[in-house]
């Protein structure tokens, strides 16, 4: 492991959240106690921000990145607002404020950008008299916001998590019911789909991330055993990913719970998430799908993850 920029001054600090397709470009946001910036890292120029402060800006942070690193979507604060007004910066472009001027929304936080970087998705955001309201978003150059809507008869609350290579297929969550929340997949042609939720349990989904073809989609759902990371596709639907090693592929995970499914590769065939190991301590985790139409899945790794401050990591393989 490498430190993005050591030369950083004392008492600043780094977060890292999204990486280009063969991870030489690294964005994120930097700063101290009272100023943070966006960043865009490579190997050649380190840690170099997205923007200089103006009047009445004292924050930003970017929080994707396209997989040819030349587009970013984040999210600049300023003092009239308390969650974030989105921009997109390019190589070409430089940062851009967007304008959410007819949306209805007074601000918006971009979650991710898709691989072509043409499509931003993400969560407008209404606060009148301290209510929050959300309605997922995508944005591209030539449509500008096109706000996605909600399966709830009466209120739209309803956010865009993950989105496909060329942003045709995206995923979230939205309200159902009054105490139900669903995952949901959206594109041009069906709108807003609810994938439902795992068997048992209360009626609480959300998707995370999609393949980059759209037809995988992951994330965390509810049965009766609890929280659990599941799979999608169009031809099985949800699945807990823990039944299909356990029961499919006679996997021992006694005392392990694989809570959620955070991401899915291009291909579809390696999703990441977390867990807890059978002391009771947060853990990643890695399923290998390598022939998502068959269900082929051929191992599980877990991987190190800092739990606790103070606790040390471990891992375990299968």
């Known amino acids: 492991m490498n430190l993005l920029d050591p030369s950083l001054p004392a ?13 030489s470009v690294v964005v994120g946001g930097y700063g101290d106690q009272d100023t943070d910036w966006s ?28 997989d040819d690193g030349h587009s970013i979507a984040g999210a600049l604060n300023t003092n009239s607002t308390q969650n974030g007004q989105p921009y ?18 007074d601000e918006g936080i971009p979650t991710r950008i898709s691989g072509d970087g043409r ?25 500008g916001f096109v706000k996605l809507g909600g399966l709830h008869p009466h209120v739209v609350d309803s956010w865009a998590s993950g989105v496909s290579f060329d942003g045709s297929t995206i995923v979230g969550q ?25 068997p048992g349990g209360q009626s609480n989904s959300h998707a995370t991330a999609v393949s980059a073809d759209g037809s995988v989609i992951v994330g965390s759902g509810y049965s009766d055993i609890g929280q659990e990371a599941f799979v999608w596709d169009e031809s099985r639907g949800i699945r807990s990913i823990r039944q299909i090693l ?34 009771g301590r947060t853990e990643a985790w890695i399923a290998v799908i390598p022939e998502p139409q068959t269900a082929a899945l051929i191992g599980v790794v877990a991987l190190l993850l800092v739990r606790r401050r103070g606790e040390s990591a471990q891992g375990f393989s299968i």
């Open 11 to 23: 008492g600043y600090y780094s977060v890292a959240t999204g990486a280009s397709s063969d991870g």
């Open 39 to 66: 960043f865009r890292w490579t190997a050649e120029t380190g840690i170099t921000r997205l923007h200089e402060l103006e009047p009445g800006m004292y924050n930003s942070a970017a929080w994707d990145v396209s």
């Open 88 to 105: 997109i910066w390019t190589t070409t472009g430089g940062l851009r404020q967007l304008d959410l001027s007819g949306t209805g929304y």
């Open 119 to 143: 499509t931003m998705i993400g969560r407008l955001i209404r606060s009148p008299q301290m209510s929050l309201r959300y309605e997922a978003f995508y944005w591209r150059d030539d449509t």
């Open 174 to 198: 939205t309200l159902t019911a009054p105490n139900d929340r669903l995952a949901f997949k959206w594109t041009e042609s069906t709108g807003m789909q609810s994938l439902g939720d795992l």
């Open 246 to 279: 356990t029961n499919q592929f006679s996997v021992d995970l006694t005392g392990w719970q694989l809570t959620y499914a955070y991401d899915v590769s291009a291909d579809g065939q390696t999703i990441v998430g977390w867990g807890s190991n059978p002391q």
